[in-house]
């Protein structure tokens, strides 16, 4: 009954914004369209968690030794302008507590201290600038008794986009043998990115003045 009458009185009828289009809209309005009506009707708590899941994950591989202290700067300074550029990424902050193969470990350090829980809080500290300008952040320490190994395995088990992590620059018969980092690098199946930080005394080569004596 309403559509004959609305038939019978045309005039009446209300017309949408579409009656006035002179020609079809473009593919990508159709898909944004499209991608509307299928993300409205999703709870905000289940569109969040799509979101974070398609956000790009970072990796950051954190030696925390002590003697390592200005590479660990250096890995996060880079970290940092890494997430500058990508300011929807997660990032995941992962150390290795290293174990032996067949001996026991001792599981306490000399003050009493469970090894994991101060690796825990040394990542936390380590990483306490970067959650200043970041929230979606997680913590891992890992006991392996081979760290590359460990790293690749956390990589792939959670989907690693990208893995950031310090390079040692060990000479002699190490290296020949191979380094974390160049076996992260090597079978690693996402973009690694390894940071080094200049041996000490290596300058950069100063030029002379112009017009100098030589």
Known sequence: AQLALELRTPQQVHLSERATRAQRDGTWRVFRRWLKTHTDDLPAGTRVATQLQRAPLLMAAVDLSQEWRELADALRATTGRILRIEPGARLACVTVLKTHRLALDER????GRNLVAVKLAELQHWARPLAAQHEQITFQVIESPDPAAALIEYATRNQVDHIV???R?????K????S???QVVAEAACSVTVVRVPPEGDEPAQLPPPNSPT
């Open 175 to 178: 290296r020949l043998l191979g």
């Open 165 to 167: 992590l310090g390079s």
């Open 108 to 111: 306490t350090d000399a003050a």
């Open 180 to 182: 974390v980092s160049a």
């Open 169 to 173: 620059g060990t000479v002699g018969i």
